[in-house]
């Protein structure tokens, strides 16, 4: 299908591309971007005056809750949610339920998601058989079926062997490992450890819970030699050991939630389950140095940590409530709400959530490196239309998600996505 985006402003944060031009579209990949050919015929036209036409955004961090879960989501609405969010491609951890952990999973999950004809979901295979950290998959066999990384989800690898081993195969394949930094019993309690917390008689998670991690994991690095993607730092230390181990030249890098970048403890106010998150929120001179480590290139991406939780486990007492929030659709508005308030440019806001994350995938994405985050002549057409001057409010029940559980309800937001094209094919067009 031919399609023509007219008039809007076209920025490709990985090329420096910032520019007034229309983009045509034909076949699944950009054809042109500036002078359309005159003998070009357009099935479907998308007018983006006053827009920006961005690439597709890239999620390293969404539930999608099928298999196993399906009364928190489905994958028809979650990725319904991601179309409508301007995500194309989104990374699914491995904790489904059965877990990631064989091939034929692995490609049922893809089948069942490529029918849907909405994101693209790229899996993580587990890194241990059933997520116990005691038995390697067969990482060779996952990544054939269509993994693009390995990992433990939230379960903390508690055996260093199993975690050097994981590291020493990975490394051996040019495997990435995604890890959380967090050390398994220090980081068993429902909140961050401080003030807030002792007042409120919450089990506290300190930043020795993280820290402890880290530096573990960057000796194994050492050691090994693999590549590690640390999912979702949370501390303004664990911002700063991942500034000093990049400047050392270890192979990792690294993601922040949307939730950790806006919130801090403070917004557990009284006991609002909605803000029970992992990893827990925590003080605002970490928020700071979070906000300041993304804008400076130390956090390489921001992710929606979209965990859609049902209301039978939401609606609990703070302590019992099972943690998550839907962010799927607040991903892209969050983080330009963050670069207008820190002065952040746009293209650095943008590359957070497109090219940046983009490159923690790497080539693991198989014929799609190279266009998945940019928006370029040739590449894969997923593109994302934005109305910058729009604004609106977070309803929680006018989200598509299955889940309606946000930390941001009734947040003032910057920015609405207009249109989203995956492969060249509208997946989502919103209605005047």
């Known amino acids: 299908?031919?399609?023509?985006?007219?008039?809007?402003?076209?920025?490709?944060?990985?090329?420096?591309?910032?520019?007034?031009?229309?983009?045509?579209?034909?076949?699944?990949?950009?054809?042109?971007?500036?002078?359309?050919?005159?003998?070009?015929?357009?099935?479907?036209?998308v007018d983006a005056a006053g827009c920006l036409v961005?690439?597709?955004?890239?999620?390293?961090?969404?539930?999608?809750?099928?298999?196993?879960?399906?009364?928190?989501?489905?994958?028809?609405?979650?990725?319904?949610?991601?179309?409508?969010?301007?995500?194309?491609?989104?990374?699914?951890?491995?904790?489904?339920?059965?877990?990631?952990?064989?091939?034929?999973?692995?490609?049922?999950?893809?089948?069942?998601?490529?029918?849907?004809?909405?994101?693209?979901?790229?899996?993580?295979?587990?890194?241990?058989?059933?997520?116990?950290?005691?038995?390697?998959?067969?990482?060779?066999?996952?990544?054939?079926?269509?993994?693009?990384?390995?990992?433990?989800?939230?379960?903390?690898?508690?055996?260093?062997?199993?975690?050097?081993?994981?590291?020493?195969?990975?490394?051996?394949?040019?495997?990435?490992?995604?890890?959380?930094?967090?050390?398994?019993?220090?980081?068993?309690?429902?909140?961050?450890?401080?003030?807030?917390?002792?007042?409120?008689?919450?089990?506290?998670?300190?930043?020795?819970?993280?820290?402890?991690?880290?530096?573990?994991?960057?000796?194994?690095?050492?050691?090994?030699?693999?590549?590690?993607?640390?999912?979702?730092?949370?501390?303004?230390?664990?911002?700063?050991?991942?500034?000093?181990?990049?400047?050392?030249?270890?192979?990792?890098?690294?993601?922040?939630s949307l939730n950790s970048l806006h919130l801090t403890d403070l917004d557990i106010g009284y006991f609002d389950s909605r803000t029970r998150l992992n990893p827990p929120l925590r003080q605002q001179a970490d928020r700071a140095a979070l906000r300041a480590g993304l804008a400076d290139g130390t956090v390489d991406a921001l992710v929606s940590d979209h965990t859609p939780v049902g209301a039978d486990e939401k609606d609990l007492p703070f302590a019992e409530s099972a943690p998550g929030a839907t962010g799927l659709e607040l991903l892209l508005s969050l983080a330009l709400k963050w670069a207008q308030a820190d002065g952040v440019p746009l293209a650095r806001a943008l590359a957070c959530v497109t090219s940046n994350s983009a490159a923690v995938l790497g080539e693991s994405v198989g014929a799609l490196a190279g266009s998945l985050g940019r928006l370029h002549v040739g590449g894969v057409a997923d593109i994302c239309v934005v109305d910058p001057e729009a604004s609106w409010q977070v309803h929680p029940r006018a989200l598509r998600s299955q889940s309606k559980h946000t930390p941001f309800d009734g947040y003032e937001l910057p920015a609405r996505v207009r249109a989203t094209l995956v492969g060249g094919r509208m997946a989502f067009e919103r209605r005047a």
Request: with cysteine; aromatic share 4%; hydrophobic share 45%.
């Open 1 to 45: 299908m031919k399609i023509l985006i007219q008039n809007g402003r076209v920025i490709d944060p990985a090329s420096g591309l910032d520019t007034l031009a229309d983009v045509a579209i034909a076949a699944g990949r950009v054809l042109s971007i500036g002078t359309v050919s005159g003998d070009f015929d357009a099935a479907h036209t």
């Open 54 to 256: 961005i690439p597709g955004l890239v999620d390293l961090s969404a539930r999608l809750r099928e298999p196993g879960h399906e009364h928190e989501g489905m994958l028809a609405s979650e990725l319904a949610a991601a179309v409508a969010g301007g995500v194309t491609s989104l990374v699914c951890p491995p904790d489904t339920d059965p877990v990631l952990d064989e091939p034929g999973l692995v490609e049922m999950l893809r089948f069942r998601a490529e029918k849907q004809r909405q994101a693209r979901v790229l899996p993580l295979g587990a890194l241990t058989r059933g997520l116990q950290g005691e038995v390697l998959t067969e990482m060779l066999q996952l990544t054939e079926a269509g993994c693009v990384g390995f990992g433990q989800a939230e379960v903390p690898l508690a055996n260093t062997q199993v975690t050097q081993r994981a590291l020493q195969y990975a490394r051996s394949f040019g495997y990435t490992v995604w890890l959380r930094p967090q050390e398994l019993y220090l980081g068993k309690g429902v909140a961050a450890s401080g003030p807030l917390a002792t007042r409120m008689g919450l089990s506290g998670v300190p930043v020795a819970a993280e820290t402890i991690a880290l530096h573990t994991i960057f000796e194994l690095v050492r050691a090994t030699g693999a590549r590690v993607h640390l999912c979702r730092i949370s501390s303004a230390a664990g911002v700063e050991l991942v500034r000093q181990a990049k400047s050392q030249g270890l192979p990792v890098s690294c993601d922040v």
